[in-house]
């Protein structure tokens, strides 16, 4: 069992750059497989971000490749995505999900595939 907690949302204007943190607790973080999705009003909940357990491998949807990074400190237990050339429509709710993996290196972009999923962080970007 493992419960998540992200921060770091807020109000940025266009352009501007944010850092979410995604804190876990509980034991064997590192086991984990990480990934981060956001939900616009209106809209489903879409993929954004993945990370292997390792960080081996990351994963980027098409919208964000480029301008959003992940990365992960096992040490921590935590997992950060970081913005940049933040645009108005990304503005959502953005959740972290993880899932225990017995794999080191791979990613996951469906939701159906994670098992715990945290309350979300409020995003805006004003224009």
């Known amino acids: 069992q493992v419960q998540l907690v992200e921060s770091g949302g807020g109000l940025v204007q266009a352009g501007g750059s944010l850092r979410l943190s995604c804190t876990a607790s509980g034991r064997s973080f590192s086991m984990y497989s990480m990934g981060w999705f956001r939900q616009a009003p209106g809209k489903e909940r879409e993929f954004v971000a993945a990370i292997s357990r390792a960080a081996y491998q990351t994963n980027f949807a098409d919208s964000m490749e480029g301008r959003f990074t992940i990365s992960r400190d096992n040490a921590k237990n935590t997992v950060y995505l970081q913005m940049t050339s933040l645009k108005p429509e990304d503005t959502a709710v953005y959740y972290c999900?993880?899932?225990?993996?017995?794999?080191?290196?791979?990613?996951?972009?469906?939701?159906?595939?994670?098992?715990?999923w945290g309350q979300g962080t409020q995003v805006t970007v004003s224009s």
């Open positions: 999900a993880a899932r225990s993996d017995l794999y080191f290196g791979r990613t996951y972009s469906k939701e159906y595939e994670y098992t715990y």
